[in-house]
């Protein structure tokens, strides 16, 4: 899901609710010597975990076998009572009550380590965090004890799922995540009839948020990051809403909002900055791509996945390794195969944003080693998608939503 974490993000909009994205070089400086086992080039400080758990789940997915210290460095990440922040420069330094811990990092970095296999004792220990900071309304915040949010909550579920347990019986208070994610969603009268909202506002009204509704589909339906293919082929989503009284009603009603929104601008969802020409949202629309195959509303998103494949060329290119996994994601939920999507091979360029794999099926051909070890710049689209997220409805995914809460 297109869950993109930024701490720094996540702080401005618990402040002032929508605020424009600083300039700033996302790039490290030249002091600062990135980890060699880590995927991408830019400053890990507020997405190393998620960016480093995307990329491997989405290896994975692809029948890549990542390379060893990458994982084992995803690993060490790990707090000892758990938990996971963003990112630790210094995994040898114990966690202490001023490590910033983060409820998304630590879902992506189960989701991935579940995939992986072999990790129990760390998934095991996660798991037993994040039921730890459940809230009282059953949901999640970014952070421990902030308010409830539908991309946290959402990703949380996919964890839990996951990790084999069933988050309808995960309660607090006697509220489940499924519970929290009712609340958020939205009435079938009135602006945004069906959708998810991010969080309630100051007044406690909520509104339509594109990437929170593909984020609450897939938590509704309680599915995390990857979706397998197939599923209910040819259904779509229609105009009809009924009150979401059930998980599985509110995730149709959230269907057929993204439906109509990817429907109004040639099968992609469009994000703008206060001040800002309106453009294509690609990890959005990537991330709606997921949630609509989840459900089995294939029509639309074939044609989404087909828009991609066209267009996001570039942007993938400029954001770095989460942003290929989102795509690799959207390719596997539709059946398009990732190695070529548009001409692209997404895993090659996933690949290329880190250590070599130990191993990569292709096609049925032998397994070969990749060779590349370079970094793309992940860019600040993860940074800028977070803000719209809770400021402006459009964030993500299960991403670069993908701004932490004090």
Not at 10 to 28: N, Y
Not at 101 to 107: E, V
Not at 358 to 387: I, N, R, T
Request: with cysteine.
């Amino acid at each position: 899901m297109n869950v993109r974490r930024s701490a720094a993000v996540l702080a401005a909009v618990a402040v002032i609710g929508a605020a424009a994205p600083a300039a700033a070089d996302p790039s490290p400086s030249p002091s600062q010597a990135l980890p060699s086992a880590l995927y991408g080039d830019a400053d890990p400080k507020y997405d190393g975990v998620w960016r480093q758990s995307l990329a491997l789940l989405a290896q994975d997915t692809a029948g890549v076998k990542p390379a060893a210290k990458s994982v084992q460095w995803l690993v060490r990440q790990q707090c000892a009572d758990g938990g996971f922040a963003s990112y630790r420069p210094d995994p040898a330094t114990a966690c202490d009550a001023r490590t910033p811990l983060d409820t998304n990092a630590t879902s992506a970095a189960v989701q991935a380590l579940t995939a992986l296999g072999g990790h129990d004792d760390v998934t095991g220990k996660a798991v037993g965090w994040l039921k730890s900071v459940q809230n009282k309304d059953g949901g999640w915040g970014y952070a421990p004890g902030g308010a409830s949010d539908t991309n946290s909550t959402s990703v949380v579920i996919g964890a839990l799922a996951a990790a084999g347990e069933e988050p309808g019986r995960v309660e607090k208070g006697g509220k489940s995540p499924y519970d929290a994610l009712l609340k958020l969603a939205l009435p079938c009268d009135g602006d945004g009839a069906g959708a998810f909202a991010f969080q309630p506002d100051k007044k406690g009204d909520l509104a339509a948020n594109a990437d929170a509704t593909a984020a609450g589909v897939l938590g509704a339906l309680g599915h995390g990051m990857v979706v397998k293919p197939g599923k209910k082929a040819g259904k779509t989503s229609g105009p009809a809403c009924a009150e979401p009284r059930t998980p599985e009603r509110a995730a149709a009603n959230g269907a057929a909002y993204l439906t109509s929104a990817l429907g109004r601008d040639d099968d992609h969802l469009m994000s703008a900055l206060a001040g800002a020409e309106p453009q294509p949202d690609y990890g959005n629309t990537a991330d709606a791509v997921v949630a609509l195959a989840a459900r089995g509303d294939s029509q639309q998103a074939q044609r989404s996945v087909r828009w991609l494949a066209k267009n996001s060329a570039t942007w993938a290119a400029r954001s770095g390794p989460a942003a290929y996994a989102q795509l690799i994601f959207a390719a596997h939920a539709t059946g398009t195969d990732p190695r070529d999507f548009g001409g692209a091979d997404l895993v090659k360029q996933l690949n290329a944003t880190g250590p070599a794999p130990q191993a990569a099926a292709k096609s049925g051909e032998k397994a070969a080693e990749e060779d590349k070890d370079s970094d793309s710049v992940f860019g600040v689209w993860w940074y800028v998608g977070v803000c719209l997220v809770a400021g402006i409805g459009i964030g993500f995914l299960f991403t670069g939503r993908r701004k932490r809460q004090p």
